[in-house]
């Protein structure tokens, strides 16, 4: 067998024993909460014959581990349960806010990954002068300020007073795509704003670590300029630790992205996972960190499978 | 006669430096050299480590490595000073007038891309020739250089072939756009002996044959002289003698060439074996989790007070029977005896005494000494260690350690980053000594050193074993070192001891086939030297 199949089917494997890991450690972190579920959908004043009936209903009395099994056994054929709070199929009415995370988070990332290389390179380019100080200084003071901040500054600004974009950012099916761009324009800006800085300096710091290379120097004594020299013979020596923290930062926008979603009121998955975890809704705070657990395994794999295609050694063996 | 195609006129080179106790500051390291090269000729530049040839041989380039820079004089490239031109202009000549081979082609050849795309590349963004003529090219230098399958090797990437086909590679690289001149910066220095010489005569042919001229850059005097019509005696950033290569060789004007040419004049008489303080009996290695031996059935034998020479190329295995006489690699199958005992195979279980009386010294002396540790406190360690010494015992012993180093009790507070490589060495060789050692090791410890320093080296070693009756195993790549330290010789090869004896009886005919070629590579301080062994060797292959 190629190594380099059996490498990647590896990390597939590994994969898939990671997010059934995570799937426990959900499952049980929701079980050791205190309190009782039956108890807290039918409140304080239930009789304790109507609570039992409940929690037979819910199944609450067979063994936690037939419970677990079942719950991932259906997780995995794609039903997810159904909400305690309002009855309605969690797998249905995730489905749509998840689209909604996604699509905020696409162009998000269309947006903010060429653009954090595109500064690396330049940072590279002009190292120790002025324009790396200015993106270095700029990209980090956008990391540190808490990303709330810079969405309320955003939508005062840009929002009220010039009145670009909306400063809610409520999206529907029937919108075009240009209009619901117009609409998570805000959003969109302060995700890239929170992510850029992370990328573009590791970008920065693997390709800078590449320039010390001896082939580098034969690339210069070619006569190629200093951006040929960066993009062709730095760059792709650099992919694996920049892919690394690319996909890192792609994972932090689906699953980091609460705040942002529940300033601009997006309709996304971390509104919904806010407002289920308020009503104590087990069944719903499950699924979303099932889902997130999937969506953290299944970039970190693949970054990690890239990083294993980026190595000519492996993908060309002697 | 024209223009030559370089003159150089009072270059003056600086580097910024980094002292650990002071300020970065800017010194001169080249104070103003003159030379000119004809069109298609070869001069060599020669010195030792600290010369300045590589910053010189870059210069052609217009091109400072690190902090260097380039700060006075005039470089003239076919008839223009190029250091008066800006960057585009210099990034003109580099790799389409003047390119540079270096001297790590594994290292200098980039991983991620295929070899052709990186030996055109040159030529086709500089606009000299398109893709394919390129490519076309390539290949025809690919087979003039003796590559295999030269069609199809450009289309693998630089791990897939092996370090002396990669230094051809690297010199179809620098060729590939036809230059008017070739910077080769030690091109052969980091190959064995036996692949040098055929990377070192396909050089020296592709120079012929595309009338290129060349700068040769080299610490190795015999292999310039293989190669050059002129030869540069560089020192300290200043020239000492120029000339042409035959009145260098064999008639030097200058003190300073005349020690590099006769450099390893070391006399050692062989002393005759005596009751073996290290027997080593048919010792199989192999390392954790592979599947077959790196050494088979070796059986060597080290009389007290005596070197063993352990000599072959990179491979053979010569520093894994160190580790496995050291316990730091078990063997599978064998045993060693040394003072008497039998040794146990792991070093952890070994005794204080067994590891007193086996020492170590490596090749690289800088990686040897925790650079935060003054010179006392590196050599006071096994006088602790071993003997319990406090105080003013303790120091006493290093002054007289380090004496015996000619070093002197003045280093004693002084950090390793403050001395020479030599230097570093023989406080590497203190620190063996000074736990009254039976046996060292010695792993490539001259390898890293300048000839005159390596010369200094192999000295003191014979002047301590005579004065400490101390015994060597001293593992060497270079004939030259065993011929000038042995008392008995063991050839490796694969893993096996293809000869073993006494340095005369190895040393003299009848040859075993692997030493034959081993001695016939060592280059010779002789004109055409090269062309002789190519030519016998061509002629026995026709006769077999």
Redesign the interface.
Known sequence: MHPILKLVSQRLALGLLLLIAASALIFIGTQILPGDVAQSILGQSATPEAIANLRKDLGLNEPALSRYFSWLGNALQGDLGTALTNGQDIATSMGKRLGNTLFLAFWAAVISVPLAIFLGLLAVRYKDRWPDKLISGVTLASISIPEFLIGYVLMYFVGVKLGWAPSVAMINDSMTLGAKLHAIALPVTVLTLVVLAHMMRMTRAAILNVMQ???I?????????SF?VIA??AF??AIAPIVNVVMLNLAYLVVGVVVVEVVFVYPGMGQYLVDHVAKRDVPVVQACGLVFAAVYILLNMVADIVSIL?N??LR?P? | MGEPLLKVRSLKIGATVYPPDAKPHKIEIVHGVDFELEKGKVLGLIGESGAGKSTIGLSALGYGRGGVELTGGEVWVNGRDILQGGIADLRKLRGAEVTYVAQSAAASFNPAKKIMDQVVEASVTQGKFSKSEAEAKARLLFAKLGLPDPNNIGSRYPHQVSGGQLQRCMTALALCPEPDLVVFDEPTTALDVTTQIDVLAAIKEAIRDTGVAALYITHDLAVVAQVSDHIMVLKMGEMVEYGPVDQIINNPKEEYTQALVSVRSINHEEKTPVEPILTVKNINARYRGTKFDVLHDVSVDISPGQTLAVVGESGSGKSTLARVITGLLPPSAGSIDFAGRTLTPDQPSRSREDLRELQMIYQMADVAMNPRQTVGTIIGRPLEFYFGMKGAEKRKRIAELLEEIEMGDGFIDRYPAELSGGQKQRVCIARALAAKPKLIICDEVTSALDPLVADGILKLLLDLQKREDVAYLFITHDLATVRAIADSIAVMYQGRVVRYGTKSEVLSPPFDDYTDLLLSSVPEMKLGWLENVIATRKMESAGN
């Open positions: 290379s001896a082939y120097e034969t690339a210069e004594l070619k006569g190629l300029s040929q062709r013979h792709p020596n980026a000519p050694r060309h002697k």
